[in-house]
């Protein structure tokens, strides 16, 4: 099996890897922004996995012919079974409020370089006649909220744009997969306070996205306990909305 992991120093992305080499034998192939950062994950998952390979690939994440040029190189040597697509980053909201550049950066990492990435896999996909591309959104956004929603806004884009690829492949063997995890312990959320909501152990997280991702299926939300609370805050009456602190 084939697998391409796009922002592979992610937390979540690397416990995903560790569970697909540890049921190996698999092809990893890690695109990354920073090579230091990774040959040591790459290292650790050749430990646990010895049947599988890894590789790691230096990738630009905003130049647009960069990224159709590094996912048809990783593809000529064999069809993708499965692309995921990890990469983010979650900027301070009041910072982006001041700092248009900073909230630029963040749209930048969380909505137009994975969607980028996405509509390369997809076509990869498409020539192959299939493929399983996961894409990492977040509950952020599934509802506007004032304490993240420029990041919420960025994986709002992501979700209707995994719908839209859901829509353009129903019926086909190419599967796309919307990936929804809540908070989850990482260095992402490290300075971030998540008050009155548990934050989820990153290796329960990575084994519901694997899970979902083998079966195909087109939301994934993880912890699953998730998709019950977004519906409730999805539906919130405005008027009740505005007056709470989430």
């Known amino acids: 099996m084939k697998i391409v992991v796009v922002g592979a120093t992610s937390a979540i992305a690397e416990h995903c890897c560790r569970l697909w080499v540890a ?47 590094q996912v048809d190189a990783v593809a000529a040597s064999g069809p ?31 909505a137009v370089s994975p969607t980028l990435f996405a509509e390369a896999f997809a ?13 990492i959104g977040s509950v952020a956004g599934d509802r ?11 994986k709002g884009l992501l979700a209707r744009y995994a719908e839209g690829l859901q829509h353009r492949f129903a019926g086909s063997a190419v599967r796309v997969v919307l990936i929804k995890p809540g908070p989850t312990v990482s260095p992402m959320t490290a300075a971030r306070s998540v008050r009155g909501i548990r ?38 009456p405005r008027v009740i909305f505005n007056r709470t602190s989430i």
């Open 144 to 154: 506007g909220r004032k304490a993240n929603y420029s990041y919420g806004a960025a």
């Open 80 to 110: 993708v079974d499965l692309a995921l697509i990890a990469q983010g980053w979650l900027a301070d909201q009041s910072l982006c409020q001041q700092d248009l550049a900073m909230l630029r950066e963040s749209l930048e990492i969380n």
């Open 23 to 69: 049921h190996g034998p698999v092809e990893l192939i890690l695109l990354v922004r920073d090579l230091a950062k990774a040959e040591p994950i790459a290292a650790n998952l050749r430990a646990r996995g010895p049947s599988s390979t890894v590789a790691v690939v230096k990738a630009d994440f905003h130049d647009p012919a960069a990224t159709a040029a």
């Open 123 to 135: 076509a990869q996909f498409a020539r192959q006649g299939r493929g399983t591309l996961g894409i």
């Open 199 to 236: 934050v989820a152990p990153t290796e329960d997280v990575a084994r519901t996205i694997v899970a979902g991702l083998a079966r195909g299926k087109a939301v994934v939300y993880a912890p699953p306990v998730w998709r019950l609370i977004m519906l409730v805050v999805r539906h919130l």
